[in-house]
């Protein structure tokens, strides 16, 4: 029988290549939901299939998902939140930097993530207390290494819309919550900072982060695990501050300030 992981792996890979089928370079069309967040027709699709396959594979487990299930009631086994589609926004421009997240709690706390980006053949993977995967290989969040001037910090829209941001690192803004985390995971990026997502964008990547020795936290020290019981997890977005280690996330936090 598979693992969860292996489950989990299994489906980002194949729901990855069924949102391939809607895909294309010129774009895609979209609509507003009430949040104002994109939404196509893909990110519908797409958790379908996936609430599907859990509903077969684990018909007595909880499923929170950004597009069908953003509540949950009592938790009662272990909790399966999916984003079938992060970064609709890069997707629907024809940009490749989109993908699919999948994590399992455990206790109220992540205990797999798994992250498959299509355009990139990129699937990362991290079980609890084993380490972080990139494609089968194990993966370490980095520090900057001394001489090196092209670190960088990767960010959302949003951050410089409602922050000032004095970190000294380039800035990219890669629209994606999942792949800033993971970029931060593979030792890409040294900080990141998410200033709006849910816990569908993070679920995952959480575990990715910790699994690779990097660091993560909320900035306003609010508390996405455990899961809450009787929930509606739109109501609540959870600022992300990630980094190669705790002192860089420390002295960021610090660089980061709340426009008055």
Same mark, same amino acid.
């Given at each position: 029988?598979?693992?969860?992981?292996? *489950?989990?792996?299994?489906?980002? *890979?194949? &729901?990855? =290549?069924?949102l391939?089928?809607y *895909? &294309?370079?010129?774009?895609?069309f &979209?609509?507003? =939901?009430e949040?104002y967040?994109?939404?196509?027709?893909a990110? %519908?699709?797409a958790?379908?299939?996936i609430a599907?396959a859990i509903? !077969?594979k684990y018909?007595?487990?909880? +499923?929170?998902?950004?597009? +069908?299930?953003p509540?949950i009631?009592?938790i009662?086994?272990?909790?399966w939140?999916?984003d079938p %589609?992060?970064?609709?926004t890069?997707?629907s +421009?024809g940009?490749?930097?989109?993908g699919?997240?999948i994590? !399992?709690?455990?206790?109220?706390w992540p205990?797999?993530?798994v992250?498959?980006?299509p $355009? %990139?053949?990129?699937?990362?993977t991290?079980?609890r207390s084993?380490?972080?995967?990139?494609?089968?290989?194990?993966?370490?969040a980095q520090p900057?290494?001394?001489?090196?001037? &092209?670190s *960088?910090?990767?960010?959302?829209?949003?951050?410089?819309?409602q922050?000032?941001?004095?970190i !000294?690192y =380039?800035?990219?803004?890669?629209?994606?919550?999942?792949?800033?985390?993971c970029?931060?995971a593979?030792? $890409?990026?040294v900080?990141?900072?998410?200033?709006?997502? =849910?816990?569908?964008?993070?679920a995952a990547?959480?575990?990715?982060?910790?699994?690779?020795?990097?660091?993560?936290?909320?900035y306003?020290?609010?508390?996405?695990f455990?899961?809450?019981?009787?929930?509606?997890?739109r109501?609540?977005s959870?600022?992300? %501050?990630?980094?190669?280690?705790s002192?860089?996330?420390?002295?960021?936090?610090?660089?980061?300030?709340?426009?008055?």
């Open positions: 029988m598979d693992s969860p992981l292996t *489950f989990a792996a299994q489906l980002a *890979f194949d &729901t990855g =290549k069924h391939l089928e *895909f &294309t370079p010129n774009g895609t &979209t609509s507003l =939901k949040d967040s994109v939404v196509t027709e990110d %519908l699709s958790d379908q299939l599907q509903q !077969r018909p007595t487990e909880n +499923l929170i998902s950004e597009e +069908l299930q509540t009631g009592e009662d086994a272990a909790v939140v999916v %589609l992060d970064g609709t890069n997707f +421009l940009m490749p930097i989109w699919v997240s994590a !399992r709690i455990v206790d109220g205990s797999i993530g992250v498959y980006f $355009m %990139l053949d990129e699937l990362f991290a079980q084993s380490g972080a995967f990139l494609n089968g290989e194990q993966i370490h900057p290494i001394p001489g090196q001037p &092209t *960088f910090f990767s960010c959302c829209t949003r951050t410089h819309q922050y000032d941001v004095s !000294r =380039k800035t990219r803004i890669l629209g994606s919550a999942c792949y800033t985390l970029a931060v593979r030792g $890409m990026a900080v990141g900072f998410e200033a709006t997502p =849910k816990i569908w964008d993070i990547g959480w575990l990715i982060v910790n699994e690779s020795g990097g660091a993560i936290e909320t306003d020290h609010s508390h996405p455990p899961l809450r019981a009787n929930y509606d997890y109501l609540t959870f600022p992300i %501050l990630s980094g190669a280690t002192e860089l996330v420390s002295n960021s936090r610090k660089q980061i300030k709340p426009r008055q």
